[in-house]
């Protein structure tokens, strides 16, 4: 009787257990598999961009400026702070922006400050900017150096450089957090991938700076390509470049950083003016590949005789001079590739057998929204212009200036001028700022029917020593971010 009990428990036992699992499978079956959630697009909160060396390259100043570029979706919403502040060191200075509209600067006459670290919360976060120039018209550095302070992240590309003799390449790495980053430079040459064993596993201290020479890395490369990788925390990565002949420089300024590899490449702000434009493109990957150039001009987009097309070697830097073909004249060049490339230009400037000054651009990819760089000088004898591209489609934006009257006002933005600019061509247009100011901010939106954007400025200074040039090309500005949405699973409780 017992035994026989057993078997039915038992029994019943696993008719319950199959009910279960049989339940527990059709309930699965019943409900909906669950898609992503959806994105959402938020203002961003915080803002950390980093100016890499006041000093550098300027025996006579720099100056660090910042601007929160009024108008952008996120400032009417709470409160926000924004400021300019050095890192531990020496000497030290800080200034605070008064709200949306407000502009800030941090000069360095005469001395050399530590890094500084631009920082915007809440309100203050979305169209947060920062860039650094520096003046020396006849010293040992002789030259206009100026970049923009590019957010603290975990990569870098430039493309420019060398390690003859006369020239002078540096890697600036800057740690703006309380822990210790480790960085790789891995440096392509024309030979391919560079063995160079002291740009692997750098330490750069909280709050410090690194500075590592390129001939103390690998001596002798006359065309070099960099990619900057922090393996642990983040870091601001610059470069900066100077030229000399003898005791005299005849060319210095930061080598802008460069897009991502792609397989379609905009090179913008190819100035105008004597003097080689020496286009320097990597291929990364493991293919060699075939780059076709087109120049988009100021009457139109054509392919360029005998400049058309270039093979890079897979892992290796290719040099070209474009000068015989972009005419002396401001333009953009498409690159387009069947593998991912990265692609920047080194400029000189002067007459025959005589250099003033070099500067660098760098690739970039078209964007659709605002963009503003601030800092842009007012003095005699210098000239502000800026390249307006419309790489896909018919271009049409307002240009404002936020005038620099000081730290304790907000600015107001001047009226808005219209400039439109035909599918596949270029506009180069003088910027005519308000007169009695030392800087200020120019700011570039496109309108709601316009195609996408490249930008990129040219500020040059006429001197009896030769002209002093500098710039470089625009990011749009960091005023929203895609988070996921949170929802509930309901499946949860099932599992």
Known sequence: MNKLRSARVLVIAIAITALVVAGGWFIQLRTPVAEPPPLAIEPIGSSVLICPEPGANAELGVRVTAAVVPGQPGQDAGSGSARLETLPGKTSAE????????????????????????????????????????RDPRGTGRGLASTACAPAASEFWFVGGGSVVGRQTRVVLVNPDENAAVVDVLIYGTGGLLDAPGGRGLVVPPGSRLAVRLDALTPGEKSTAFHVIARTGRIGAAIDDQQMSGLQSVGADWISPAAAPATTVYVPGVLPGQGARVLSVVAPGNDDAIVNIRIISSIGTFAPA????????????????????????????????????????????????????????????????????????????????????????????????????????????????????????????????????????????????????????????????????????WAPLRTEVTVPAAEQDSGVTVR
Do not use: C
Request: hydrophobic share 40%.
């Open 306 to 473: 005998e400049r058309d097309r270039v093979q890079v070697p897979a892992g290796t830097v290719i040099s070209v001079d474009m000068s015989t073909v972009t005419g002396e004249q401001p333009v953009t060049l498409e690159l387009t590739s069947d593998q991912p490339i990265v692609a920047g230009m080194r400029q000189f400037f002067g007459g025959k057998q005589k250099q003033e000054d070099t500067s660098f651009t760098a690739g970039a990819q078209p964007f659709d929204g605002p963009a503003a760089v601030s800092g842009l000088p007012v003095r005699a004898a210098t000239d502000v212009r800026l390249a307006i591209t419309a790489p896909l489609e018919a271009v049409s934006v307002d240009v404002v200036f936020l005038p620099y009257r000081g730290r304790r006002e907000v600015s107001v933005a001047t009226a808005p001028q219209r400039i439109n600019v035909p599918a596949g061509q270029v506009k180069f247009i003088l910027l005519r700022p308000p007169e009695g100011i030392e800087w200020f901010t120019a700011v570039v939106t496109p309108t709601v029917d316009s195609g996408p954007i490249l930008l990129a400025h040219r500020v040059r200074e006429r001197s009896r020593y030769g002209d002093l040039i500098t710039g470089y090309p």
């Open 95 to 134: 200034a605070a922006i008064v709200g949306p509209g407000g502009q800030v600067e941090i000069d360095a006459f005469g001395e050399k400050l530590p890094p500084i670290r631009a920082i915007a919360v809440g309100s203050y976060a979305p169209g947060f900017i920062a860039d650094q120039w520096g």
